[in-house]
């Protein structure tokens, strides 16, 4: 690493061996990305009922002892998996018993398949009023008094002679003084077919899916959830970019408990994710990759205006240049002054022209 930082100083003219005593700082401020992914069982039971025949739940695993029945770790942990069990012996049909073979009785026709209906309705000539029959008013009594005032105006439709009274020229010629028309619906018989059951009078049992019987178990289900966390000490923002393209990562990926950390972690990398390896409740597999890149920072005291992060690469260990505090400070000042003066002219200026 120092050798080479060393070539790197020397781009800006400085000729100084760093590997000697005294002649530069390094510190390590290695990266770590480590992720955490645990395979989490739930088991549960429950009774289960399904309309009509369910030959699909017969061909389902059956167990006899939840607990202790045995299921292979997931592949993968990260990927969710779900087991649907039958106890044994519990899988049976049963009869519903709210219909009789899956139809019952309607309830809009009371099973008679009909529906009553009015057979006449008013006419929409003369809306079945007084006006049926100028003569008997659609009674079929002739008026007492004569005839009463002929209402149609002069280039009005003709009448026709009333059905019932028999006075010609008086009676609407739709319904001939009747008042009233056959209705169209039931075409004057009164009853008319129900629509809930299209006359059959039995309609389809909604609850059991016109099947007339329940499948029924008892059912369990064994899930494999993942719980994902990560563990990382992230790159600085001003280096993060070459770090994450450039970076020779090592990586370690451990599949069980009893895995070793890789032996080149730092301490305090190795603290913070043994805190985290502890096996979990119901955890049945676990995936954890571990990302670790060694990152040295080294200050040269000939060159006092920059740090050096250095750190192993593809193509070998690469070394960027950042300017240090020192020299941020420096510049800062000198910002602020030639600020402060600059306002300070404006100021004058103002002044001079008031």
């Given at each position: 690493m120092l050798q080479a930082v060393g070539q790197h100083v020397a781009r800006h003219?400085?000729?100084?061996?760093?590997?000697?005593p005294g002649a530069a700082d390094l510190s390590w401020q290695s990266l770590l990305d480590?992720?955490?992914?645990?395979?989490?069982?739930?088991?549960?039971?429950?009774?289960?009922?399904?309309?009509?025949?369910?030959?699909d739940i017969a061909d389902r695993p059956t167990y006899t002892d939840l607990a202790s029945h045995p299921v292979d770790p997931p592949a993968d942990p990260g990927t969710p998996h779900r087991l649907e069990l039958v106890r044994e012996g519990s899988l049976e049909e049963v009869a519903c018993e709210g219909c009789e073979a899956g139809r019952r009785t309607c309830a809009r026709c009371t099973g008679n398949g009909r529906l009553?209906?009015?057979?006449f309705v008013p006419c929409d000539g003369c809306g079945g009023g007084i006006d049926a029959c100028w003569e008997c008013d659609g009674t079929g009594r002739p008026r007492r008094r004569g005839r009463r005032t002929d209402p149609r105006p002069v280039d009005g439709p003709q009448r026709a002679r009333c059905?019932?009274?028999?006075?010609?020229?008086?009676a609407c010629p739709k319904c001939l003084g009747k008042g009233?028309?056959?209705c169209s619906v039931c075409r004057a018989t009164g009853f008319v077919e129900c629509s809930a059951c299209r006359g059959a009078g039995r309609v389809r049992h909604t609850e059991c899916a016109g099947t007339g019987l329940f499948t029924t178990w008892t059912g369990a289900v064994i899930s494999?959830?993942?719980?994902?966390?990560k563990v990382e000490e992230p790159a600085p923002l001003y280096i993060r970019p070459a770090t994450d393209g450039a970076g020779d990562w090592r990586r370690t990926i451990l599949t069980s408990a009893t895995d070793k950390l890789p032996d080149d972690l730092e301490p305090a990398h190795r603290a913070m994710i043994d805190r985290h390896l502890a096996v979990s409740k119901n955890e049945v597999g676990r995936r954890v990759t571990i990302r670790h890149l060694p990152l040295a920072r080294v200050t040269a005291h000939a060159?006092?205006?920059?740090v050096y992060f250095a750190f192993p690469s593809s193509t070998g260990i690469k070394v960027l240049e950042r300017p240090s505090k020192?020299?941020?400070?420096?510049?800062?000042?000198?910002?602020?002054?030639?600020?402060?003066?600059?306002?300070?002219?404006?100021?004058?200026?103002?002044?001079?022209?008031?």
């Open positions: 003219g400085i000729s100084v061996l760093l590997t000697s480590c992720r955490i992914v645990r395979s989490i069982e739930e088991r549960s039971e429950r009774e289960m009922r399904a309309t009509g025949r369910r030959r009553t209906c009015d057979r059905s019932r009274c028999h006075r010609a020229d008086a009233r028309m056959d494999h959830t993942p719980d994902a966390r060159d006092p205006d920059r020192q020299r941020v400070v420096r510049f800062s000042a000198i910002a602020s002054t030639t600020i402060a003066v600059a306002v300070l002219l404006l100021l004058l200026v103002v002044v001079v022209l008031n």
